[in-house]
């Protein structure tokens, strides 16, 4: 310790004050724990069992304020504050209360920098705190005794911190004349053997008795004169002493007895005004001791619970954290089981696919096989009768359409003309009504005086009749003329329909004179009409084994795409969580902090006089406050659960949909595949 404080004292020139305390409290709890070692450091340095365990009040600083000090470790500064924080708080409170002075700001020191960095010169200040606490108890005669048997130039420190830090002079005048007559008798006992001390001693007790005695015997003698003088009292009161000089004497005597009846009666009444008041502050005294001890009761608590709550909330964030590891680890087992699925399912597909295949191509070999039999058709010409029968029905049908739509397009011609005809109608009376709006006009113009009123009520009248005529007539026009538009596209069509039916016909009786032309011409046109179908065929199948190849390909891709993609949203999605929660767990942290302080200042601050239930209330509320807090994140909690399960519940359903999908298609395709078949083998059969 002195090295250290020695080498701080170079390096902080301003707090040499501090520094100086800091070693004089260091030698000073030396002395009194013996709690001092080789290469000790401030930062390992356990500062609050060796503050708690120095010379203190034993009213104030009790068993139970001790039991509040925890073990502190190396490594755990927090505790460390802790602690420091609760050793501050009641030296503040003995200051405040038993001293009846208020403690400057320069002298608080922050524990935070004695905790955390091991700050000398805050260090220093708490002990110069301890160091008021212990010379102003009721044990300080014996610890400034102690101090007495310090180095000189300590002593002179020790002065000079505890000037500092008390304020009251009665306090410091007690304390300089107690260091003065302990620095006297320490200089007196040095300077004899212990006999004569004993002698001395001795000497003292003799004078001491030889005093009382004298004391007594002179009490003895003065009551004696006292007896004298009331007798003589007694005998000059028969006598008529008012001119004589002793009865002078007398009359001065009995006023001063009277005065001094007088002021004993005072006295005593005082007295009793006095015990009376000092019963009365006994009284007040036990009420504020049971009151302060139920404030440091709860105070106790509070400290209890805010250091649960730090234990609590580091216990919470080490099991998130090992919460979102176990998700992680979870997530990452059901993406394994979901790829072997997908896995397992692929492989059944291309055992299908390849059983299909093989299907196909020995099918396609059978077709192949069934060219040879293309003699065989030759005795089928009754069935191509049979299509001359059919297509001959169809020529009727087609022509009967024909004359049904040769109908409606005379109709159509009708309705045309009306529809004209009805135009022209509409454009006279359209004109019509332009020759009266432009006479009435003129008329307005001309200024009849006679006909004023007339002509301005035909004005504010007709043009206004006209005028929703016009604009009925016009709505009518443009009506009719999208209906001739429709009339005409329809018109087109039917004849488009009229001339394909035309071309269809002359099809029709074209094969009809093939047909019955003879054998050749139907041998060349079945020739003709097999090998388009198979080269149609061909077609479809090598279009089919590249959109099936494209297909793979595809998937082969999705699905390398597909886990990075999910396992990215999924990153997102967790990191946003994570976000939002750690924000919610930063607000409840500072409205636990807000709280905490609130509570600390309500205890401090309390008055006196202020009724004993009010603090409960006060506690109450805290703890409604706490337990709302605690609902508030098991409701976050359940909200993310469920948040999960949702997004757990829609990936699942996404990846069904995807791989249904791929399954339709597959399945659309291989239909196509079996019907492109079935049509080249009936062709070919």
């Not at 805010?306 to 234990?311: A, C, K, Q, S, T």
């Not at 739509?405 to 135009?423: F, G, H, P, V």
């Not at 332009?434 to 006009?441: G, I, K």
Request: a negative charge; one cysteine or more; aromatic letters at 6%.
């Amino acid at each position: 310790l002195f090295s250290l404080f020695t080498s701080v004292q170079g390096s902080v020139p301003v707090a040499s004050l501090c520094v100086g305390c800091l070693y004089v409290c260091g030698v000073w709890l030396c002395v009194f724990i013996s709690f001092c070692g080789p290469c000790m450091r401030v930062r390992h340095f356990k500062v609050c069992p060796v503050l708690s365990d120095t010379p203190r009040d034993p009213f104030w600083f009790n068993e139970a304020w001790l039991g509040r000090i925890k073990e502190e470790s190396a490594d755990n500064w927090r505790l460390k504050v802790s602690n420091l924080k609760k050793i501050l708080q009641c030296v503040m409170e003995y200051y405040h209360d038993v001293l009846g002075q208020q403690v400057a700001g320069e002298h608080v020191p922050e524990v935070s920098l004695i905790g955390e960095l091991g700050d000398v010169t805050e260090l220093g200040r708490m002990l110069q705190l301890v160091l008021g606490c212990a010379v102003s108890c009721e044990k300080k005669e014996e610890y400034i005794q102690q101090i007495m048997t310090l180095e000189e130039s300590v002593q002179h420190v020790v002065m000079t911190a505890i000037q500092e830090i008390v304020l009251s002079h009665e306090l410091f005048s007690f304390f300089l004349y107690l260091f003065l007559s302990f620095q006297s008798r320490k200089y007196y006992f040095l300077s004899e053997d212990l006999e004569e001390q004993e002698g001395i001693d001795q000497r003292c007790r003799q004078l001491e008795q030889q005093v009382l005695s004298m004391l007594m015997e002179e009490k003895s003698s003065l009551q004696a004169e006292l007896q004298s003088l009331k007798q003589r009292l007694h005998v000059c009161e028969s006598q008529d002493a008012s001119t004589t000089i002793t009865g002078k004497k007398l009359l001065l005597l009995q006023n001063q007895m009277e005065q001094l009846q007088e002021e004993n009666y005072r006295l005593e009444n005082s007295r009793d005004d006095l015990r009376v008041r000092g019963e009365v502050l006994e009284r007040e005294m036990l009420e504020l001791q049971q009151r302060n001890e139920e404030l440091t009761s709860l105070a106790q608590d509070a400290q209890a619970l805010r250091d649960e709550m730090d234990v609590l909330r580091h216990s919470s964030d080490r099991v998130g954290h090992l919460e979102a590891l176990v998700q992680t680890y979870k997530r990452k087992l059901e993406d394994l089981g979901d790829l072997r699925r997908q896995v397992r399912l692929l492989e059944e597909r291309n055992t299908v696919y390849m059983q299909r295949t093989c299907e196909l191509e020995e099918e396609l070999r059978r077709a192949n096989a069934g060219r040879t039999q293309l003699d065989s058709y030759r005795r089928q010409v009754h069935e191509l009768h049979a299509k001359h029968t059919s297509e001959a029905m169809k020529a009727e049908k087609w022509q009967f359409e024909y004359k049904n739509l040769n109908d409606k397009y005379e109709a159509l011609l009708k309705e045309k003309e009306r529809l004209l005809s009805e135009r022209d109608t509409l454009r006279e009376t359209n004109e019509e009504l332009r020759c009266v709006q432009v006479h009435q006009q003129c008329l307005s113009q001309a200024g009849v005086s006679v006909c004023e009123s007339l002509s301005n009520l035909a004005s504010e009248i007709m043009p206004m009749e006209f005028k929703e005529t016009v604009l009925r007539l016009q709505h009518e026009n443009k009506m009719l003329c999208a209906q001739e538009e429709r009339y005409r596209q329809r018109l087109g069509e039917t004849q488009v329909l009229l001339e394909e039916a035309q071309r269809s016909q002359n099809a029709l009786q074209t094969q009809n004179r093939c047909v019955c032309g003879g054998g050749g011409c139907e041998q060349v046109c079945v020739y003709s009409y097999v090998f388009h179908i198979t080269l149609l065929l061909c077609v479809s199948l090598e279009k089919l084994h590249e959109a099936h190849s494209d297909l793979q390909r595809k998937r082969e891709v999705i699905d390398d795409l597909e886990p990075s993609a999910n396992m990215a949203k999924k990153i997102d999605e967790l990191q946003a969580i994570v976000r939002k929660k750690d924000e919610d767990m930063r607000q409840m942290e500072e409205r636990c902090k807000h709280y905490v302080e609130k509570a600390r200042t309500v205890i401090k601050t309390l008055d006196r006089k202020q009724k004993p239930h009010a603090v409960p209330t006060e506690i109450q509320a805290l703890q409604n406050q706490l337990s709302e807090r605690d609902r508030k994140i098991q409701h976050l909690e359940h909200d993310f659960e469920k948040t999960r399960s949702r997004h757990e519940q829609e990936e699942k359903l996404i990846i069904s949909a995807w791989y249904n999908m791929v399954s339709s298609l597959s399945l659309s395709l291989s239909l196509c595949v079996c019907v492109c078949v079935c049509v080249y083998v009936c062709v070919c059969v």
